[in-house]
């Protein structure tokens, strides 16, 4: 199974272009295809990206496209698309609605992942939260963090046993053993309970503090769950590796890759293990130089805990 070494942090990103929010899609996204996030994905593999995520909608009910868009490409169909593009990232779920669907066929998906790109699928699942969504569905919103607690059991079963139900069985089998990790996502407390109570990792929807991490590792203990490796996450603010010649924001980390890596670390979790990092950039080329130089210039500096 997928784990982080003990003693150090590792850095993932979510990947632009698969997910077209009108809130924070750069405009470059818009027109760079799936050659575009070919490369993007590549750029990752190459700078020792530790995973690349993809996000997970169906459709968008009207009233959310001012702000969501209309483009989020299926999220296990990318990440099997990406698997022959890339050789080393791992591909992450972040994350799979599970609530839309029965425990078996997500698990025969991941499955599939998994065993198509040679072991590298992490199952990042949560809970939802587009009322109209899960109504198109016929899914359950109101019980939705319930369902999802429910499935998880069922669909770590489902991965690790070939018989995935009582007369059933299951091929291909998951090239892990004895199965992909699943993180559950979330930020507030019972996502925070669950991912300690359920999960391999937890996946936070912004920032983590210590706070929800000593929430998470209290959870785990209670659980008897302390003693297992767990990937705890933190999202950082966007980066920019240099002095931009450009308005990348005031909320944008820039300068140089020692200041970057000190900025990030002040506002990281001292136990968080899984950094997701983001970027500014103006066209597919910068993204993809931003990427390499947070790779090889300040990838070093925070990966030490």
């Known amino acids: 199974m997928i784990e982080i070494p003990h003693g150090t942090r590792v850095f993932g990103i ?4 698969q997910a077209q929010s009108n809130t924070y899609a750069a405009g470059w996204e818009r027109a760079a295809g799936a050659a575009g996030l070919a490369r993007v994905a590549q750029a990752a593999d190459d700078a020792g990206f530790f995973y690349v995520g993809v996000c ?10 001012p702000a969501m868009g209309t483009f989020w490409s299926d999220c296990i169909a990318t990440l099997s698309w990406l698997a022959p593009q890339t050789t080393r990232v791992n591909l992450l779920s972040h994350v799979y609605i599970l609530p839309y669907r029965h425990p078996v066929i997500a698990a025969k998906a991941f499955s599939t992942l998994d065993f198509l790109s040679g072991g590298r699928a992490i199952c990042g699942v949560g809970a939802g ?3 109209r969504e899960f109504e198109l569905l016929d899914a359950d919103y109101e019980h939705r963090g319930g369902d999802l607690a429910k499935k998880v059991p069922l669909l770590v079963k489902a991965l690790e046993d070939e018989e995935v139900a009582d007369g059933f069985g299951a091929r291909p089998r998951p090239a892990q053993t004895p199965r992909p990790p699943v993180w559950i996502a979330g930020s507030s407390p019972a996502a925070i309970r669950r991912a300690g109570r359920l999960a ?14 000593q929430l ?21 603010p966007f980066l920019y590796v240099g002095t931009p010649g450009w308005d990348v924001g005031e909320a944008t980390i820039s300068g140089s890759p020692e200041e970057i890596a000190e900025k990030v670390l002040a506002g ?6 899984q950094i997701q990092v983001r970027f500014k950039s103006r066209t597919p080329e ?14 070093p500096l925070i990966e030490k805990m």
């Open 268 to 273: 990281t979790p001292r136990r968080a293990n």
């Open 56 to 65: 997970d909608h169906v459709a968008i009910p009207d009233e959310l496209i």
């Open 216 to 236: 998470l590792e209290d959870t785990r203990e209670k659980a008897g769950r302390a003693h297992l490796a767990m990937a705890i996450g933190h999202i950082t």
């Open 200 to 213: 391999d990792g937890w996946l936070p929807q912004g920032p983590s503090d210590d706070a929800m991490v």
């Open 286 to 299: 910068e993204q993809c130089d931003q990427m390499a130089a947070f790779g090889a210039d300040v990838a």
């Open 129 to 131: 939260h587009v009322v």
């Open 14 to 17: 979510q990947l632009p272009i």
